[in-house]
């Protein structure tokens, strides 16, 4: 049973920076490919950003250039950091994995059979 668990959401101004962080316990090795997600009131969860077991990333056009994704593989660990907050980035945000490797642009909110929680990222004016 892989169980992920986010951390690190919590309210920042316009402008500000968050650095999220999710855990992966459960698995014999290391995990494919992973990514971050988010849903926010009244939408649709949506790719935020995927990253390979080999570091190759994709990024949602809203976020790309301000939030970058890392990992760190023999922990199983990865990172979604992310700068110059907007309002607009106020969700939950949730972590996802994989134990195959995927390519970073084949992966989706369907493809990926594990889940965190979720963290709130709240994003004010």
């Known amino acids: 049973q892989v169980q992920l668990v986010e951390s690190g959401g919590g309210l920042v101004q316009a402008g500000g920076s968050l650095r999220l962080s999710c855990a992966a316990s459960g698995t014999m090795g290391s995990l494919g490919t992973m990514g971050w997600f988010r849903q926010g009131p009244g939408n649709q969860r949506e790719l935020v950003a995927i990253i390979t077991s080999g570091g190759n990333t994709n990024y949602a056009a809203s976020v790309e250039g301000r939030f970058t994704t890392s990992r760190n593989n023999a922990k199983n660990t990865i990172f979604l950091q992310m700068n110059s907050l907007k309002p607009e980035d106020t969700a939950v945000y949730y972590c996802?994995?994989?134990?195959?490797?995927?390519?970073?642009?084949?992966?989706?909110?369907?493809?990926?059979?594990?889940w965190g929680k979720g963290t709130l990222v709240t994003v004010s004016s």
């Open positions: 996802a994995a994989d134990s195959r490797r995927i390519s970073a642009t084949q992966a989706t909110a369907r493809s990926m059979p594990y």
